[in-house]
């Protein structure tokens, strides 16, 4: 006999079945599960007036459901329910809505509660009504069922409780956390006299709490380095399919001096949640680490080969080459393309990789490849890092060092930097916070970052592929350095499309997820140079009144418009034009922000000008003037 009841919610129909271990019991004595023969444990306390409780033989909940009900001490017990394929208990209350047909009347409505040995307890209109089961009636979700093919019933839905999800947030806990400023920037470092520009993060912490958590457990991320220390604690629970690609085992090598680096950089995408060290952008995310970087074609072909066959997600590569006499064969690109596409089942790995640290104006040639993401850093002002390579195929940049290092983990072989003292140092001032820790830097700390953020991106909407990934992180990304950096295309060749923002970038991957379209660039200034093109407005009356950060006096209304654009990709907030006649001129002064108070509008001009946009400060009733 099938155990499943089909059951009517606000959504529709869906199929429940009887728990075979848990049941629900109301009893006139709070020790009666601790006394009883029959009961395990209490499952929960309170859920629609029952408590929960799991019996002692599993699979006979059934039978010992009929037992308890005929001890003294029990009042009511009731079977606990599971939609198919989960395992969250759903009880019934023992009350059912009721919606009877438009012609019945109280009469009739009375003769079908009746008819099911029901009992009246609630009139909500002339058609609607709330009953409740009785000793005789069946059980709320099989009453309903039958209920529901009734010639004067409409509808019968039963009540039923579930357990709610908690959407409270709490921050790690890991000893660490707080000096990992590239996560959120206090504005300081917590243990050292330096003042650090507040905000100037990749904003991973609102990320996890849009998410509610810290990312999916079933998304990857696959590091290729050398030098991991996979019995870090910040990483030995997490490692997942290893493999060293010199050797050809998933044995890696440790204790090798010379190599240390693919630690800390792991540490920055996926550090786990242990309340020890430090935390990764995407601490739930399983990592994979490859030990052996090679820049010879087969070995290449071999490392991404091995990221699709074994299920990468995420692909970080903090290594490359910019010596102009070895750039990337078609083999090797054709390596990294296949990877970038076919991934993923076909929806493609995202590859992130380093734009490199030699101060050059021009990127790693991996990173340079049209099909991965290019990451360059700034610093924790959110400035340009001197040492970071710049070039039109810069993506995105990523907090690192610059003005004040990562926190990242450190190999139990790392020797660290010699000092002048003849001792090895770890920490940029000196202090010793950690045995297992270390600063860290570079385009190198960047990407895994930036690899990390994908990882949370791809736990908000897995079904992405690795180029709407890239899309996402340039569309949302935060402009900063100055205006006149960017180019039409709001691209600038030191900062790509700008700091990465996790939290956009999550927001728009649910955007994408529920189903909202993808809107297409615009590249104002191009259209406007050829004299054409059509633009969206989305016009409103200002009121005389406010205040808001002038930027300018325009002549010509192209320029309004390249303005306008650059401006909103860059601040995020209303722009406001005034037209206005000089000297028998048509003029047209822009404006950013529109607030009731001018001590706001002084904090933005703060902020631009910090952006590198000067401006001053304008009460709107003197635009007209």
């Known amino acids: 006999m099938s155990k499943k009841i089909t059951v009517r919610t606000a959504k529709g129909v869906v199929n429940v079945e009887k728990s075979d271990k848990l049941v ?52 009511i017990g009731s079977h606990i329910y599971h939609v198919e394929g989960s395992n969250k208990p759903i009880v019934p209350t023992g009350e059912i809505f009721i919606l009877f047909h438009e012609s019945t009347n109280d009469e009739e409505q009375m003769i079908v509660l009746d008819e099911f040995h029901l009992e009246f307890v609630e009139r909500r209109s002339s058609d609607r009504i709330i009953a409740k089961v009785t000793a005789q009636s069946s059980n709320p979700f099989k009453v309903s ?11 019968a839905e039963p009540d039923m409780d579930i357990p709610l999800d908690s959407y409270a947030f709490f921050e790690p806990e890991d000893v660490l956390y707080e000096h990992q400023w590239h996560l959120k920037n206090p504005g300081f470092v917590v ?18 709490k849009r998410l509610n958590g810290f990312g999916s457990k079933d998304i990857t991320v696959a590091v290729i380095d050398n030098g991991f220390d996979t019995s870090h604690p910040d990483l030995n629970e997490k490692v997942h399919k290893p493999w060293d690609l010199w050797r050809n085992t998933s044995t890696l090598l440790e204790g090798d001096e010379r190599y240390t680096h693919g630690t800390p950089c792991a540490s920055v995408a996926v550090a786990g949640l ?37 299920g990468a997600d995420v692909i970080s590569c903090s290594w490359g080459s910019t010596d102009i006499r070895f750039d990337l064969n078609t083999l090797k690109k054709d390596a990294i393309s296949k990877a970038a596409r076919q991934g993923r089942n076909g929806k493609g790995c995202v590859i992130c990789y380093a734009a490199g640290n030699e101060g050059l104006d021009y990127l790693n040639f991996y990173a340079a490849h049209p099909d991965v993401i290019a ?17 039109m195929e810069l993506d995105v940049v990523a907090s690192s060092n610059g003005q004040w290092p990562i926190t990242a983990a450190r190999a139990w072989w790392d020797q660290g930097i010699s000092s002048r003292d003849g001792d090895f140092k770890f920490w940029a001032d000196g202090q010793n916070r950690s045995g297992m820790h270390k600063h860290f830097g570079g385009t190198s700390s960047a990407t895994p970052l930036v690899a990390g953020i994908c990882a949370l991106v791809l736990s908000a909407n897995p079904d992405l592929t690795s180029k709407q990934v890239k899309d996402i992180l340039c569309r949302t990304a935060d402009k900063i350095g100055h205006l006149s950096d960017y180019d039409s295309r709001g691209h600038s060749k030191k900062y790509g499309f700008g700091r990465v923002n996790a939290d956009r970038a999550v927001a728009e991957a649910i955007r994408l997820r529920d189903g909202a379209p ?12 050829k004299g054409q093109g059509i633009f969206r407005f989305n016009v409103q009356k200002q009121e005389a009144k406010g205040y808001g950060v002038q930027i300018g006096v325009f002549a010509k209304y192209g320029n309004v418009l390249i303005a306008v654009e650059k401006l909103q990709n860059q601040f995020a907030l209303p722009i406001v034009v005034s037209i206005n006649e000089l000297q028998g001129q048509t003029v047209y002064k822009v404006v950013v922000g529109a607030f009731k108070n001018k ?16 401006g001053f400060v304008r009460n709107f009733k003197d635009l007209l003037i």
């Not at 995310?285 to 087969?298: I, N, Q, V, W």
């Open 24 to 75: 629900a019991l109301k009893t006139k004595k709070e020790d009666f599960a601790k006394k009883s023969r029959s009961i395990e444990k209490t499952e929960r306390p309170h859920l629609g007036g029952f408590e929960v409780m799991e019996v002692k033989k599993s699979g006979q909940a059934e039978k010992e459901l009929d037992k308890l009900r005929k001890k003294k001490d029990v009042e």
């Open 145 to 155: 069922a039958l209920m529901e093919s009734y010639p004067l019933v409409k509808s």
């Open 191 to 208: 243990d050292f006299n330096m003042r650090l520009k507040k905000g100037a993060d990749t904003k991973v912490v609102d990320a996890w």
């Open 274 to 310: 242990n309340g020890s060290g430090i935390v990764g952008a995407a601490p739930n995310a399983k990592f994979m680490p490859l030990s052996g970087t090679s820049f010879g074609t087969r070995d290449t072909e071999k490392m991404f080969q091995y990221c699709i066959d074994n």
């Open 375 to 391: 990451v360059g850093a700034c610093d924790s002002s959110d400035k340009h890092s001197d040492y970071s390579n710049q070039g």
């Open 518 to 529: 993808v809107a297409p660039p615009v590249d104002v200034e191009d259209e406007i140079k």
């Open 599 to 614: 001590s706001d509008a002084s904090s933005l001009r703060k902020q631009m000008k910090e952006a590198g946009v000067d």
